[in-house]
């Protein structure tokens, strides 16, 4: 008998990256595979649903809504990665808003009959402990990068890692606000990289044209 095609495409990925390398126990039967079209909404803001998902596959942005209806932009992340990991570990009762930018492939890991096991486990807790070190590392780097890059270097490297199928599509106010410039300011640069011929404005936001400059001025700030 042929199996569900949720376990097939499980046992497909589990060739490629063997929940063993996570889990010191059969996590099998609390783990689903997920898909998730770009654009799409991986974790709804506030929810609180028990699931620790790792992204084995393509790039999401964290975010944080306001009361005044501003969004913040948080952090990106790229897999293979934890998400959810805050709420299993009760740091947050519940969770930042996830979107993905990419199509994304995940293990759903639905922890409300293991959770005790998850948190007792050594081998998901070195994992987990890997990542959350390897993620600090990387904030305080952007941090340090933001305070002193030039901002045409730092905008290159986010159109870079914002974009998906060559159209960059992020919100000025909310990409100004994570880059820790001006509103002002990044529309000047944005607009410089469109007389360079580097984008091109269209419905969908913005073409990239030229993706070795931006990639060439993006290794020029790193």
């Known amino acids: 008998m042929a199996l569900p095609k949720n376990q097939r495409m499980l046992q497909e990925w589990q060739n490629r990256f063997p929940l063993e390398n996570y889990f010191g126990f059969d996590i099998k ?65 519940r969770c930042n808003g996830v979107a993905a930018i990419t199509s994304c492939a995940c293990y759903a890991v639905r922890y409300s009959q293991c959770k005790e096991m998850l948190l007792n486990d050594v081998t998901f807790l070195r994992a987990l402990c890997r990542f959350l070190g390897e993620r600090s590392v990387a904030n305080t780097n952007r941090y340090s990068h933001n305070q002193s890059g030039k901002l045409e270097h730092r905008l290159a490297a986010f159109i870079l890692l914002t974009a998906y199928k060559g159209v960059y599509r992020e919100r000025h106010t909310e990409a100004a606000a994570f880059l820790g410039v001006t509103y002002r300011h990044f529309l000047y640069v944005l607009a410089k990289f469109v007389k360079a011929g580097c984008l091109e404005k269209c419905p969908e936001g913005y073409r990239i044209v030229d993706t070795k400059e931006l990639e060439r001025l993006k290794a020029e700030g790193e």
Do not use: W
């Open 29 to 93: 039967p609390y783990t689903s595979f997920v898909q998730y079209d770009s654009e799409t909404t991986i974790l709804e803001e506030g929810e609180s649903k028990e699931v620790l998902y790792i992204l084995l596959e393509g790039r999401v942005k964290i975010y944080v809504s306001h009361a005044n209806g501003k969004v913040t932009l948080v952090n990106f992340a790229e897999g293979p990665c934890f998400l959810g990991e805050m709420e299993l570990l009760g740091t947050r009762k």
